[in-house]
C-alpha cells in the first residue's frame, strides 16, 4: 500500500519516538542530577519489518536505532539509553488480536502464553535499576522467547 508523502510524514512523526526530542531536553537535568535511565518502546516490527505497515516498521526501527545512538552521546553524563521490545502482551490493546489470531501467536511463543503487564514491568524496572547498570544501547525483548528459534513448539512435540 502506497501511502501519500503527507501521511507517510504524519504516521512516522506519529509512531517514531516523539520522546526522543524530550529526551535532549531532558538531559541537562539528568546530567545535573547525576544520570539516569531512558527507556524507549521498540517492536519486533523494528528486527523482521511488516508487509503493509512499512511506516510502523521504520519508525519502530528509529526508536531502537536512536536509543543506541543516544546511548553512546548521553553516556558520558552517566545516562543509559535501552530499547525494549515486548512481545504479545495481554492488555486491552491486543485484546482484539488475541482473541482472533490467539492460537497462531501463541504458536511463535515458546513459554505457550501471551505476557502481562506485570511481566513486562518487572523487567523494566530492572532496567532502570542500578542492577543493569552494565546495559546501554542495546534493545531487550520481553516476549516469552518469541523467534529464539525458528521451530519454537519443539520442546512441547
Keep these: 500500500m502506497l501511502l501519500s508523502r503527507r501521511t507517510y510524514q504524519k504516521c512516522f512523526q506519529l509512531l517514531s519516538p516523539k520522546g526522543l526530542g524530550g529526551q535532549r531536553q531532558a538531559y ?12 524507549n ?9 511488516n508487509a503493509g505497515r512499512a511506516t510502523y516498521s521504520a519508525a519502530k526501527a528509529a526508536v531502537k536505532n536512536l536509543s543506541a ?5 548521553f553516556a558520558a553524563a552517566n545516562i543509559r539509553v535501552l530499547a525494549y521490545v ?3 502482551i495481554a492488555t486491552e490493546i491486543a485484546a482484539e488480536s488475541i ?10 511463543i515458546p513459554c505457550r502464553r501471551f505476557g502481562t503487564p506485570e511481566d513486562l514491568g518487572k523487567v ?7 542492577a543493569a547498570g552494565y546495559m546501554n ?16 513448539q519443539f520442546s512441547y512435540q
Design 28 to 39: 541537562p537535568y539528568m546530567k545535573a542530577q547525576g544520570g539516569g535511565v531512558i527507556l
Design 41 to 49: 518502546a521498540s517492536s519486533f516490527a523494528a528486527l523482521d519489518p
Design 69 to 73: 545512538s543516544m546511548a553512546a552521546e
Design 86 to 88: 515486548p512481545g504479545m
Design 99 to 108: 482473541e482472533k489470531y490467539g492460537d497462531a501467536l501463541l504458536a511463535d
Design 124 to 130: 523494566l524496572v530492572f532496567l532502570a535499576s542500578d
Design 137 to 152: 544501547g542495546c534493545h531487550v525483548e520481553i516476549s516469552g522467547g518469541k523467534r529464539c528459534v525458528q521451530n519454537p
